[in-house]
């Protein structure tokens, strides 16, 4: 079974503080996509990664491939309410469109 | 745009019962999905498609059945159910050589 860990599995931290969040698997990934979904909503992606070694940000949110392609982190500065959720990486292999998704990390941002 | 739609929004039903979970898409994508989320967990794949007449399992499929004579539509059907199919269900969608995967807004079932 191909499996993605993420870490931790739950985070509550105070507003403003910085986070990082884990996804690490023992396989190669053709690229790497990381979720946000909200109680009683479907996943929405934030971002992919496609290059080993990639940093993309999106405001507050900074997300790092792994060289080897294998892990990725998500680092979030100065957290916000808002940024409350369950975070999801999920992994494509090469070749195959279908997705594996990591096990989450529930986020709490306390005000 | 309405995007990945899934009827109905939640369900409970009695063991060895049937039903269908309906899953519709107006943005014209070939592949289709249907995972299963159980409390604090991840995703798991149960089937999906390629495009109309073409199904495929995924990680999970026992207990379920696919159909795709649509573009558009992509419908679960669980032919007896059991206990252990309590859970809440996501339809997604994506293009060919596109990542992103969009999903709906999930079907909440509870088999007792």
């Known amino acids: 079974t191909q499996l993605l860990e993420q870490s931790p599995q739950f985070l509550s931290i105070q507003e403003g503080e910085n986070l990082t969040v884990y996804c690490n698997s023992s396989s190669v990934f053709s690229s790497l996509q990381w979720y946000r979904q909200e109680p009683g909503e479907g996943p929405v992606l934030l971002v992919t990664?496609?290059?080993?070694?990639e940093v993309k940000k999106l405001k507050r949110l900074t997300f790092q491939f792994g060289d080897a392609r294998k892990d990725s982190s998500l680092h979030i500065t100065a957290a916000q309410p808002g940024d409350t959720g369950l975070y999801l990486c999920?992994?494509?292999?090469?070749?195959?469109?279908?997705?594996?998704f990591g096990t989450g990390t529930r986020l709490t941002i306390i005000p | 745009n309405a995007g990945v739609t899934q009827t109905p929004k939640f369900r409970i039903l009695k063991i060895g019962q049937s039903m269908t979970l309906q899953c519709t898409q107006d943005m014209n994508h070939n592949y289709m999905y249907w995972y299963r989320q159980d409390p604090g967990m991840g995703l798991k794949l149960i089937y999906y498609?390629?495009?109309?007449?073409?199904?495929d399992k995924g990680e999970v499929p026992n207990g379920y059945n696919v159909s795709r004579s649509t573009t558009e539509d992509f419908p679960l059907r669980l032919e007896l159910a059991a206990p252990s199919q309590t859970s809440v269900y996501f339809c997604?969608?994506?293009?060919?050589?596109?990542?992103?995967?969009?999903f709906g807004p999930g079907t909440r079932l509870t088999v007792t």
């Open positions: 498609s390629v495009g109309a007449g073409i199904t």
């Open positions: 990664v496609v290059t080993g070694g």
């Open positions: 997604a969608s994506s293009s060919p050589g596109r990542y992103e995967q969009y």
């Open positions: 999920a992994g494509a292999y090469f070749g195959n469109e279908k997705l594996t």
